[in-house]
T-cell receptor
Framework: ELKVEQNPLFLSMQEGKNYTIYCNYS?????LYWYRQDPGKSLESLFV?????AVKQEGRLMASLDTKARLSTLHITAAVHDLSATYFC???????????FGTGTLLAVQP | NAGVTQTPKFQVLKTGQSMTLQCAQD?????MSWYRQDPGMGLRLIHY???????DQGEVPNGYNVSRSTTEDFPLRLLSAAPSQTSVYFC?????????????FGSGTQLSVL
């Protein structure tokens, strides 16, 4: 059974600082997704990572995937308050088409 | 495009009542799914469908039924609501032919069962 774990669950950081959110998953998968959710809102797709070594960047966020280690990272560079949200990773359960989500990381960027 | 439309946005039920959460998408997506979101537990997959007439169970299917008679619609039915089903429910869809296959989410339904 596919399990997806994120850490940390809560991250409080100062503006201008860098940090990384980690996403581990338990079984082989061919793709990994990162989503953002603002309070009381729906989920917004950030990145889709399709292969080992894939790296995608948008603004202050960069995501990478290591399928051999079953690990994805979401790196935040020079955080700003607008990045405050909950970030989820999700992994496709292979042929089953099930998308399994991690528990989420609540990011609070303090001035 | 409207994308993924969920109704209602809010609902309060009494224990034992039944109801249907509606989900419709206008993107001709083959794949549709229902998730529930509870504090500290992320999103958990309830049921999903890879096309009209095909449904399957997710992580937490008990207490919920689904059907997929058309490509556009994927309703979620609670036959006898329980307080444990108090949650926020999200419907999502994606294209099976798109390499990225990212999920598009509806705006959610806040359900309270008293």
């Amino acid at each position: 059974e596919l399990k997806v774990e994120q850490n940390p669950l809560f991250l409080s950081m100062q503006e201008g600082k860098n940090y990384t959110i980690y996403c581990n998953y338990s079984t082989t998968s061919d793709r990994l997704y990162w989503y953002r959710q603002d309070p009381g809102k729906s989920l917004e797709s950030l990145f889709v990572l399709l292969s080992n070594g894939a790296v995608k960047q948008e603004g202050r966020l960069m995501a990478s995937l290591d399928t051999k280690a079953r690990l994805s990272t979401l790196h935040i560079t020079a955080a700003v308050h607008d990045l405050s949200a909950t970030y989820f990773c999700a992994v496709n359960g292979g042929a089953t088409n099930k998308l399994i989500f991690g528990t989420g990381t609540l990011l609070a960027v303090q001035p | 495009n409207a994308g993924v439309t969920q109704t209602p946005k809010f609902q309060v039920l009494k224990t034992g009542q039944s109801m249907t959460l509606q989900c419709a998408q206008d993107m001709n997506h083959e794949y549709m799914s229902w998730y529930r979101q509870d504090p500290g537990m992320g999103l958990r997959l309830i049921h999903y469908s890879v096309g009209a007439g095909i449904t399957d169970q997710g992580e937490v299917p008990n207490g919920y039924n689904v059907s997929r008679s058309t490509t556009e619609d994927f309703p979620l039915r609670l036959l006898s609501a329980a307080p444990s089903q108090t949650s926020v429910y999200f419907c999502a869809s994606s294209s099976q032919t798109d390499l990225n296959e990212k999920l598009f989410f509806g705006s959610g339904t806040q359900l309270s069962v008293l």
